[in-house]
């Protein structure tokens, strides 16, 4: 063998690890490819997380590129050093108007608020309490804050409660999706702050899925009255609703002063590019006179009013927001039965482990306030012949939920 082949094979070697991965991962059923989709389509989405139809409004559209036009492509830097222009902080304030919290820090994307949330109030004399629900950027930024973290059962407010009665270090902090991204459930906020204020902890929320949908669009923490408590912090999502990108911190004025002199995701991330923070300005903006429309019409009672048709249609129970999940089981079931939908023209969404515990693969449908009657009985014809082919026809049980 020559030099070079010798070197060759090492090399390969190398990544050894890399190939039987793979194939575990195959034989799992749990094999992920990226999927490009065309501006255009003639194929009904049920999977992304546009809930108010915001993403193409031409009013969003003309914000995007006017930003871009006045401020550049980019944002050129890091938000303390060039990367805050007067847009970001004009989105600042009306983000902080439209949920009534006292100020707001915008991130380049929801992950990173997430992260900059968790590990920036964490540290090695909070204990962590983390649902064990919770998005993988909480869990990221329970890692990242060196913090003790006890990860408590899914919405278990009793287990969350003897977490905090034994901690042994001065601070806590309890940590909760208000929006379980993958049920599509909400949970009691006012009963979690109860729990963190007694023991004297801050409650960190990320209300990803219920901004825009929940509160009549005011999202679910201003809803269960918890908007602009001192020791409630939110974190939200311009990817969702708002149907741009980025991310965003609400709290006191202490808690955002902490963000931006401590959390590494905000201090060395260059900032949300103009285009990004322009469409989002101007989404909230028509977020927030649509919540002057008179009660049951406005954008964010519509797609919970279309979210429980298609739970409908799906033969499923409604849940609490745009989040519509079919249970499966089986990884390799469910991503039959999306691919057999998207060869029928319906995109949806497939979660499978790691996203959700084995056993408990799902469609996961999202609705939108412009879906159509006639759209959710062309899905529900599509499922019923697709689902009894791809999986047997096994149906949920009576008021299963994922």
Not at 192 to 220: E, K, P, Q, T
Request: aromatic share 2%.
């Amino acid at each position: 063998m020559t030099g070079a082949e010798i070197h060759a094979a090492q090399a390969a070697g190398a990544l050894t690890w890399l190939h039987e991965a793979a194939a575990a991962r195959a034989k799992a059923g749990l094999s992920r490819t990226l999927t490009p989709r065309a501006p255009r389509s003639t194929v009904l989405d049920l999977a992304s997380n546009d809930y108010l139809g915001l993403s193409a409004d031409p009013r969003v559209l003309a914000a995007a590129v006017a930003a871009v036009r006045e401020w550049g492509a980019g944002a050129t830097g890091s938000r303390l050093v060039t990367g805050t222009t007067e847009l970001h902080a004009e989105l600042e304030t009306a983000l902080a108007d439209l949920v009534g919290v006292p100020s707001a820090l915008v991130f380049s994307s929801g992950f990173m608020a997430n992260l900059a949330a968790v590990a920036a109030l964490g540290g090695p004399d909070c204990l962590v309490v983390s649902d064990a629900g919770n998005h993988a950027s909480l869990v990221d930024g329970c890692r990242l804050s060196r913090s003790p973290v006890a990860v408590t059962p899914h919405g278990d407010l009793a287990a969350a409660d003897r977490a905090l009665g034994g901690r042994v270090v001065p601070r806590a902090l309890v940590v909760i999706d208000a929006i379980g991204s993958a049920d599509g459930m909400l949970l009691p906020l006012a009963a979690w702050h109860a729990l963190a204020r007694r023991h004297g902890a801050l409650l960190v929320v990320d209300d990803a899925h219920g901004l825009g949908v929940r509160g009549n669009g005011a999202g679910s923490v201003a809803e269960a009255g918890l908007a602009g408590e001192d020791d409630v912090v939110l974190t939200l999502t311009l990817s969702k609703a708002l149907g741009s990108q980025g991310g965003a911190v609400l709290g006191a004025p202490a808690v955002i002063r902490h963000l931006v002199e401590t959390a590494r995701s905000f201090i060395f991330d260059t900032g949300l590019n103009p285009a990004a923070a322009g469409a989002a300005l101007a989404a909230v903006r028509i977020l927030a006179a649509d919540m002057a429309a008179p009660a049951g019409s406005g954008l964010a009672d519509s797609v919970l009013a279309r979210a429980a048709d298609l739970a409908a249609a799906a033969g499923v129970p409604a849940t609490d927001s745009a989040v519509v999940p079919v249970l499966i089981g089986a990884a390799a079931q469910a991503h039959a039965l999306s691919v057999a939908l998207l060869e029928r023209g319906f995109r949806v969404g497939c979660f499978r482990p790691p996203s959700v515990p084995v056993g408990t693969a799902r469609l996961r449908l999202t609705a939108r306030s412009t879906l159509t009657a006639a759209d959710l009985e062309r899905f529900r014809t599509a499922l019923a012949s697709t689902r009894a082919v791809a999986v047997g026809g096994s149906a949920p049980e009576e008021g299963q939920r994922a």
